[in-house]
């Protein structure tokens, strides 16, 4: 497609279910990130892939986060045992080789942790 | 460890008006600050971006003026039309080797009045 692709948009959980967000990148991109979005706030980075290879895993904020890119393309971000601080927007972007190439963000998955 | 700090939080600018958000950093390895838009439900669009080697750069009503010194660098909107209404977000990453991982600032919920 045209542009990055999330799926759910929204996502309402409750407190301790496992949830999984879907990325899809621009075709052909080598780079995928993950962006954590609280309210009000700066997306803080989570994760980077290059390919399908996960270089960089340093913003997860715990282990019970957890990112693949098996194939090089779609992604997925999964949170184990969810919990109220989890509640945020998850934004992906992909870029075709370095940020200074130009990120492309997706519209985000806004999760709800009830 | 705020990295990259963002001034004002809101700004309004009357319709034809001149808006100016700020940003410092800390970090003297970035050497990639683009300016991103970001409008409620969406991901975050690049906007205007520039290197420590040049002091400005202009793209229709948008310039960012850049302080290598100061370690600080503005967005200037000038014209300010009411759909320029969002949130903006300064960022850097830091070149080399490195992948392009963006550190972003707060952001600035500006307003613009017809």
């Known amino acids: 497609g045209a542009g990055v692709s999330q799926s759910p948009r929204y996502k309402v959980a409750k407190r301790g279910q496992d949830v999984a967000l879907r990325c899809d990148p621009i075709?052909?991109?080598?780079?995928l990130f993950w962006y954590q979005q609280a309210l009000g706030q700066g997306p803080e980075f989570l994760t980077y892939?290059?390919?399908?290879?996960?270089?960089?895993k340093s913003g997860l904020p715990s282990d019970r986060f957890f990112a693949e890119r098996p194939e090089g393309s779609v992604s997925t971000l999964k949170i184990q045992r969810t919990q109220q601080e989890d509640s945020a927007v998850y934004l992906c972007?992909?870029?075709?080789?370095?940020?200074?190439?130009?990120?492309?963000f997706g519209s985000g998955t806004r999760l709800t942790v009830v | 460890q705020q990295q990259v700090k963002q001034s004002p939080q809101s700004l309004i600018v009357q319709k034809g008006g001149i808006s100016i958000i700020n940003c410092a950093y800390e970090?003297?390895?970035?050497?990639?600050f683009p300016w991103y838009q970001q409008f409620p439900g969406k991901g975050p669009a690049l906007l205007i971006a520039?290197?420590?080697?040049?002091s400005e750069k202009k793209e229709g009503r948008f310039t960012i003026s850049f302080n290598k010194s100061a370690k600080q660098f503005s967005l200037h909107i000038m014209d300010s039309q009411p759909g320029d209404s969002a949130t903006y977000f300064c960022?850097?990453?830091?070149?080399?080797?490195?992948?392009?991982?963006?550190?972003f600032g707060q952001g600035t919920i500006l307003t613009v009045h017809p």
């Open positions: 520039i290197r420590p080697d040049v």
């Open positions: 970090n003297t390895a970035f050497d990639y």
């Open positions: 972007a992909s870029s075709l080789n370095r940020a200074s190439d130009g990120y492309t």
């Open positions: 075709s052909g991109h080598v780079s």
């Open positions: 960022a850097a990453s830091r070149g080399g080797t490195s992948y392009g991982k963006l550190t």
């Open positions: 892939f290059q390919n399908e290879a996960q270089l960089d």
